[in-house]
């Protein structure tokens, strides 16, 4: 019932920057907490950054400093800016979504996941 449409991924070389966007549509209420997500092959999925309905951010050790994660709840958008790309930032990033549908059940969901690939 909600479906999330990311986009922004690609190749860039180390230094360089991206911009990831991750749009909601669907019978949407309300959205609680917005995540950035990423994963290469043979790890587990981990946390890069999350935004709060508060405007609350928290970040991955690894990426603060670096990495922006906003929102733009007009537009049920979450955009992660990556700046200061480094080769190990190369995964696939995933947004999730968690909050309230208009029939006020909990929903969270997942992007289909966008290639970032960052060359030395």
């Known amino acids: 019932q909600v479906q999330l449409v990311e986009s922004g991924g690609g190749l860039v070389q180390a230094g360089g920057s991206l911009r990831l966007s991750c749009a909601a549509s669907?019978?949407?209420?309300?959205?609680?907490?917005m995540h950035w997500y990423r994963q290469v092959p043979g790890k587990q999925r981990e946390l890069v950054a999350g935004?709060?309905?508060?405007?609350?951010?928290n970040y991955a050790d690894s990426v603060r400093g670096r990495f922006t994660i906003s929102g733009d709840n007009a537009k049920n958008t979450v955009y992660l800016q990556m700046n200061s790309l480094k080769p190990e930032d190369t995964a696939v990033y995933y947004c999730?979504?968690?909050?309230?549908?208009?029939?006020?059940?909990?929903?969270?969901?997942w992007g289909q996941g966008t290639q970032v690939t960052v060359s030395s």
């Open positions: 935004i709060f309905n508060s405007g609350r951010t």
């Open positions: 669907g019978s949407i209420a309300s959205i609680a907490t």
């Open positions: 999730n979504v968690q909050g309230l549908l208009e029939t006020r059940q909990i929903f969270g969901s």
